[in-house]
């Protein structure tokens, strides 16, 4: 006789296995800071030292440009303070402005839109109205002047 065949006893179906994120095989390099804010706060960009390093191997005319310079971030842009009026033509090069964000970029790991850090003035001289100006020389080079 023949030994007889198991009968097959029914098996719910395996719930359906989630495939995991594929693991990196190296591990990642220094981890790119945040993301840049969406919000208008400025932050000054502490990284400058090494900024003006990567500057001084790839642009030295730029380094020298920025020297006495700072940086700040706010949002997506990347805003230059310098004391140098030469800085407002060079980052218009487009050879300079390469060489910020692709060191900005080695550094953060962020493309910034470059500008301009403009300084709110605390004080405003008085505007001056140039009819008054015109008034003033005509009195004091004694021209009748008939007021009504």
Same mark, same amino acid.
């Given at each position: ?14 719930? !359906? @296995?989630?495939?995991? !994120? =594929?693991? =990196?095989?190296?591990? /990642? ?6 993301? !840049? ?21 790839? #642009?030295i005319? *730029?380094?020298? @440009? *920025? ?9 997506e842009?990347? *805003?230059? #303070?310098? !004391?140098? =009026? ?10 300079? /402005?390469? /060489?910020?964000?692709? /060191? ?24 001056? #109205? ?9 009195r ?8 009504h």
């Amino acid at each position: 006789m023949a030994p007889a065949e198991p009968t097959p006893t029914p098996m719910a179906e395996p719930a !359906p @296995v989630q495939p995991e !994120p =594929p693991v =990196p095989l190296e591990p /990642a390099a220094a981890a790119p800071s945040p993301a !840049p804010a969406a919000d208008s706060e400025q932050k000054l960009f502490m990284q400058w030292a090494d900024l003006m390093e990567i500057l001084h191997r790839t #642009d030295i005319a *730029l380094f020298g @440009v *920025l020297s006495g310079s700072q940086g700040y971030t706010r949002g997506e842009f990347f *805003l230059i #303070d310098s !004391p140098n =009026p030469t800085i407002k033509e060079f980052i218009k090069i487009s050879t300079h /402005a390469k /060489a910020i964000r692709a /060191a900005l970029h080695e550094l953060t790991g962020h493309n910034y839109k470059l500008g301009l850090f403009k300084k709110k003035s605390t004080e405003q001289a008085p505007r001056r #109205d140039p009819l008054e100006d015109l008034l003033s020389k005509a009195r004091e080079n004694h021209i009748q002047i008939e007021e009504h």
